[in-house]
C-alpha cells in the first residue's frame, strides 16, 4: 500500500476468538493505543508489526527523520484492516486469515491476552456512497473491511455483497441498515485454486442507474475483476476501487518482479509527469507486468 505509517502505537492484545476455522478475531487495546485514531474511512488499514516468536513485550521504534528504527530482532510488517474501532475504550479489532505459513498467521495462531505488539496509525481510501448501488465483492482476507463498509450504509443503500468462504460453516449474515444482498462463493484452498469471485461477478445481473464496486481479495482475481469492469463493462474511476491484498507464492513473485521493477517505475514516472490518469497508468504497469507473465 502507497502510505507508509506516521506514528506506531504500542498495543496489547485482550481478547483472541476463533471466527471460523480460518478466522481469528483479536482486540488490542491497553494504555498505549490512547491518542490512536481512526481515519474516519471505513476501508482504513494499518501496519500490524508482527513481533519475533515469544516475544511477549515490545519496545517503541525510534523516529530518525522520516524513519523509524525499530528494536532488534525486527518486527515483521503485514497490513490488516482495521475491523472495529472503539474510540471510547481505545480499542482496536482485528480479523486475521490463518493459511498454511506466515510470520502473521503463527501469530494470530499463538497470540495470547497480555502479548505485545506495535500498531501504525492507520489510513484509508474512502469509498463512494453516492452510487445508487453498491457491489462488494471479498475474499475472507478483504471481508473484514468489506464489513466494516456494509455497517457504514444507510437503510436508503442497496448492496448486494459476494464473499468467498472455505466452505459453509464459514458463511454468516454481515450486519448492515443498508437493503442486503448477500451470496457465498466457496474456495476450499485460495492458495492453490483461484478465486471463484471473477467468475461469481460475471454471473450476477447490474442493477439499472449508477453502481460503484468495491473488491478486496487475491491480487489475480482483483485484476480481472478490474479488466471485466474498466475494460469489459467501460467503466471509469471513481466507480471502482478493486484492490489485490495477497498473493499466492509471494517470494517466487517478488523475485520475478525485480526483473520488470526498475520498468515499472518508469512507466509510473512518465504517466505522474505527463498527467496521466491513475487508471491508465495502472494499465500500462499490467501490460508490462503481463509481458512477462506476471
Ligand atoms: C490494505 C490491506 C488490508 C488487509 N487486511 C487484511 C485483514 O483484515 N485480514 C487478513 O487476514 N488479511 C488482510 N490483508 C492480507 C494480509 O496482509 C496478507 O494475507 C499477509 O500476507 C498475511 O501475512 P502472513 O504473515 O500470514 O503471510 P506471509 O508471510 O505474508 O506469506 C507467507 C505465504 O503465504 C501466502 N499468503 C499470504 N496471505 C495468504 C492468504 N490469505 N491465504 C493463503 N496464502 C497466503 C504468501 O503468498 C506466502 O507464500 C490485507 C492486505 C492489505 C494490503
Known sequence: MTALPEAYFRAEVLEVRSLSSVMRRIVLGGAGLAGYQSSGMPDEWFRLMVPPERQRHVELPIKHGQQFHFANPQPSPRWYSLRRWDPEHCQVTVDVVVHEHGAATRWAET???????????????????????????????????????????????????????????????????????????????????????????????????????????????????????????????????????????????????????????????????TGLPDDDILDEVYSVMESRGL
Open 111 to 273: 497470540v495470547e491476552p497480555g502479548d505485545e505488539l506495535l500498531i501504525s496509525q492507520p489510513h484509508g481510501r474512502g469509498i463512494d456512497t453516492t452510487a445508487d448501488w453498491m457491489l462488494i465483492l471479498a475474499d475472507q482476507t478483504g471481508i473484514p473491511a468489506a464489513c466494516r463498509i456494509l455497517e457504514n450504509l444507510s437503510p436508503q443503500q442497496y448492496a448486494h455483497a459476494i464473499f468467498e468462504a472455505p466452505n459453509e460453516e464459514a458463511t454468516f449474515r454481515p450486519t448492515s441498515p443498508a437493503q442486503l444482498k448477500v451470496c457465498w462463493a466457496y474456495n476450499p484452498s485460495p492458495a492453490t485454486i483461484p478465486s471463484p469471485l471473477s467468475a461469481a461477478v460475471r454471473t450476477i445481473e447490474l442493477p439499472p442507474g449508477r453502481g460503484y464496486v468495491w473488491m478486496a481479495g487475491e491480487a489475480a482475481c482483483a485484476r480481472d475483476v478490474r479488466r471485466y469492469f474498466r475494460h469489459e463493462l467501460k467503466w471509469r474511476s471513481p466507480q471502482f476501487d478493486i484492490v489485490g491484498y495477497w498473493r499466492p507464492n509471494q517470494d517466487a513473485y517478488q523475485r520475478r518482479y525485480r526483473e520488470v521493477e526498475s520498468q515499472v517505475a518508469e512507466v509510473y514516472a512518465n504517466g505522474r509527469r
